[in-house]
T-cell receptor, first 116, second 115 residues
Framework: QQQVKQSPQSLIVQKGGISIINCAYE??????FPWYQQFPGKGPALLIA?????SEKKEGRFTISFNKSAKQFSLHIMDSQPGDSATYFC???????????????FGTGTRLQVTL | DAGITQSPRYKITETGRQVTLMCHQT?????MFWYRQDLGHGLRLIYY???????DKGEVPDGYVVSRSKTENFPLTLESATRSQTSVYFC??????????????FGPGTRLTVT
């Protein structure tokens, strides 16, 4: 059961352009929505995250837009650079209770290539 | 070295053999996780642990066994490896399930090939 759907699978953007990756979720109990960045041969690393009480969060060139009513969130990378070429995963989780883990449900990933 | 490490980084094994993948973290994080990464499936949770001696199944636990006798170690065992278990395996750790941040820190991965 795919609880977090991510699109597109792959994306090619020119240097300086805007990269947009979209995710949709089903479980309304989710209350934490992170994006992870993964470079080849490395483990994923947290890039930016948002909670459903805000509609947008910006960190440098990276922005998460969140639409609670549509159950969708997206990652925007402004002024995309070749160094941004990586695989990006959206994820979602719900607040854990004492003694339980906050499990992340990941999307299937988007491979971003930024060309010169 | 501080952080989260996995060993081996690469492993080739034959069908039917038992394989153990190791994961070690130095942060004393309570939570640890095992994922497998396959093209088209993203990261899927195999097992997780909230503390030493507390483990639970994730999305795809069949064919895998975990243990956690010490907080810092979380080995994953494939009891009888099958070709469908060829994958890249990631271990991750997290400070607390009830903290304000649920950030998971990932290891470098183990690429396992079952022939």
């Amino acid at each position: 059961q795919q609880q977090v759907k991510q699109s597109p699978q792959s994306l090619i953007v020119q240097k300086g352009g805007i990269s947009i990756i979209n995710c949709a979720y089903e479980n309304t109990a989710f209350d934490y929505f992170p994006w992870y960045q993964q470079f080849p041969g490395k483990g994923p690393a947290l890039l930016i995250a948002i909670r459903p009480d805000v509609s947008e969060k910006k960190e440098g060139r990276f922005t998460i837009s969140f639409n609670k009513s549509a159950k969708q969130f997206s990652l925007h990378i402004m002024d995309s650079q070749p160094g941004d070429s990586a695989t990006y995963f959206c994820a979602a989780s719900r607040r854990g209770y004492t003694g339980t883990a906050s499990k992340l449900t990941f999307g299937t990933g988007t491979r971003l290539q930024v060309t010169l | 070295d501080a952080g989260i490490t996995q060993s081996p980084r690469y492993k080739i094994t034959e069908t039917g053999r038992q394989v153990t993948l190791m994961c070690h973290q130095t942060w004393s994080h309570s939570y640890m996780f095992w994922y497998r990464q396959d093209l088209g499936h993203g990261l899927r949770l195999i097992y997780y642990s909230a503390a030493a001696d507390i483990t639970d199944k994730g999305e795809v636990p069949d064919g895998y066994v975990v243990s956690r006798s010490k907080t810092e170690n979380f080995p994953l065992t494939l009891e009888s490896a099958t070709r469908s278990q060829t994958s890249v395996y990631f271990c991750a750790s997290s400070d607390s399930g009830t903290s304000t941040s649920y950030e998971q820190y990932f290891g470098p991965g183990t690429r396992l090939t079952v022939t």
